[in-house]
């Protein structure tokens, strides 16, 4: 069974950079497609980032093009979401999925596709 634990969260001012990583423990051998998303207080849960099992396809919500970047290195299990020209509105709890299944015909940025989710970590960009 595939856990993922989110960490890097913090308080930082508008323009600041953050960098979030996602750990994945557990037994298995096989990599997944990852991906990133925030939910902001009194909102639903939104896309951020999703990224290919080999690294090689990413896709951005057009909120976070050109600010933020998802890589992964596989070797470490990890994913990260580097963070860079904070805004206020980006002030969310971020949590990594995996998609287990990599299902064709279904939009990368649906909840649904993603099987196991971290607990999340909070980001709050202050103005």
């Known amino acids: 069974q595939v856990q993922l634990v989110e960490s890097g969260g913090g308080l930082v001012q508008a323009g600041d950079s953050l960098r979030l990583s996602c750990a994945a423990t557990?037994?298995?051998?096989?990599?997944?497609?990852m991906g990133w998303f925030r939910q902001a207080p009194g909102k639903e849960r939104e896309f951020v980032a999703r990224?290919?099992?080999?690294?090689?396809?990413?896709y951005y919500a057009d909120s976070v093009k050109g600010r933020f970047t998802i890589s992964r290195d596989n070797a470490k299990r990890t994913v990260d979401l580097q963070m860079s020209d904070l805004k206020p509105e980006d002030t969310a709890v971020y949590y990594c999925?995996?998609?287990?299944?990599?299902?064709?015909?279904?939009?990368?940025?649906?909840?649904?596709?993603?099987?196991?989710w971290g607990q999340g970590t909070q980001v709050t960009v202050s103005s």
């Open positions: 999925a995996a998609d287990l299944f990599n299902r064709v015909g279904i939009p990368n940025n649906i909840q649904t596709r993603y099987n196991i």
């Open positions: 557990g037994r298995t051998s096989s990599t997944y497609a």
């Open positions: 990224i290919s099992a080999t690294g090689a396809i990413t």
